[in-house]
């Protein structure tokens, strides 16, 4: 590595708990991000900016026009072409630094593919929306022994853990059962501010340069919880519980799901997703444009990324792993039959 090389990092050498012994650790480092959203956006930019030297970005969604009011990274330009997040993710952190390899992978993430996702990881974020994606990513972090930051915000505040398995307690050491469904208000319910976002996001990454650069003391064994509100950041210490499902009992039921097609209401979207898991979907989004077409569908765009069609009255976003996002129905029933009449399952 040349002087050029680190000289954009310059003013975090300086700090002499980095230093440039530190600089090199980063370089070195692998990090998985699981979600591209308003956490993931922030945290993938602090960890870009600082040189992590290989960033994987996982996000199953495309990018619409509420999301720019928090999620760091997109522009109105980007939904003009219709871009799923990771991509648009991916392209403009390549812009910020094309000294690191960024990865942009647009997939659900879900027991079949989730290790694949996490292998060669140094440390895995957590930018997701759901407790379902975190508690799969809870299990398989205990599986590979790998360090992971929970991160979660709503309305004005926010929260984040930082987890080492077999170490520190565990996400469901600290929530035990994933909430039930409706249970747990979402940012589509209960709203979202930017700052606070920015706030968790950024001790979040922080997280990451500590633990990865080897450096200060990590938030583990406890949460951490922002309130934009009055201001208050506190911490509660949460401790492992030997009865823990998963790092008591190593019962990793999220990471051990079968497999099959499974569909998903979109909490306060108006939307369904359908996805495909444990067999082949390759879908050539192109050759189906055109069979739409001939079957007298009037709106359909394609472009690499996605396939965007208005159906029976409702929007299909079709990705090329056969995953598709049904908006205009919280009916599963009615978006599965969408899919299977014009996509075939
Ligand atoms: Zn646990």
Redesign the pocket.
Known sequence: MTTHDLSRYARQIIFPALGEAGQRRLLDATVTLIGCGATGTLIANHLARSGVGRLRIVDRDFIELNNLQRQGLFDEQDIAEGLPKAEAARRKLSRINSQIAVEGIVADVTADNILELLAGADLAMDGSDNFETRFLLNDACIKLGLPWVYTGVIASYGMTMTIRPGET?????LLGQMPAPGAAPTCDTAGVLAPSVAVVASIAAGEALKLLAGFGELNSGGLLNFDLLDNSLERFEVL??PD?P???QRNLEFLHAETGTRTATLCGRNAVQISVHGRPAGVNLAELAVRLRQAGVAQVSVNPYLLRATLDGLELTLFPDGRAIIKGTEEEAVARTVYAKYVGM
């Open positions: 307690a565990c996400l469901r050491c492992r519980r823990c998963a790092c008591g």
